[in-house]
């Protein structure tokens, strides 16, 4: 199982930027994808997650209203619409997938996902 995660880039505050995870060697149909991040000096921290089936949503509290996750199962792919950044987004994004379900509010769990992707840099200027 591969995740391939693309769309970083270097932007200023406020500006906006895409990030596609698209997953390789398994479907996540019945499980879940999300986002999660890893600013230098940091801890890694949970952005975002949507159940595959349904599309159920949960997102931190420090992007919502900013961020938007969405999926796409014909395509095995999870995108993240990061919109109004600032610099405190500055980090790597890695995409993280699980086989089965879980509760919402256990999506922000980092040791809940059983695969993960490279990581994508996101750097947000001022």
């Known amino acids: 199982v591969q995740l391939q995660a693309c769309g970083g880039g270097l932007v200023q505050t406020g500006s906006s930027l895409r990030l596609s995870c698209e997953a390789s060697?398994?479907?996540?149909?019945?499980?879940?994808m999300g986002w999660f991040r890893q600013a230098p000096g940091k801890e890694r921290e949970f952005v975002s997650a949507?159940?595959?089936?349904?599309?159920?949503?949960y997102s931190a509290d420090s992007v919502k209203g900013r961020f938007t996750i969405s999926r796409d199962n014909a395509k095995n792919t999870v995108n993240l619409q990061m919109n109004s950044l600032k610099p405190e987004d500055t980090a790597v994004y890695y995409c993280?997938?699980?086989?089965?379900?879980?509760?919402?509010?256990?999506?922000?769990?980092?040791?809940?996902?059983?695969?993960w992707g490279q990581g994508t840099l996101v750097t947000v200027s001022s």
């Open positions: 993280a997938a699980r086989n089965g379900r879980l509760i919402i509010s256990a999506m922000d769990r980092a040791e809940e996902y059983e695969y």
């Open positions: 060697g398994r479907t996540f149909r019945e499980g879940v």
């Open positions: 949507i159940r595959m089936r349904g599309g159920d949503t």
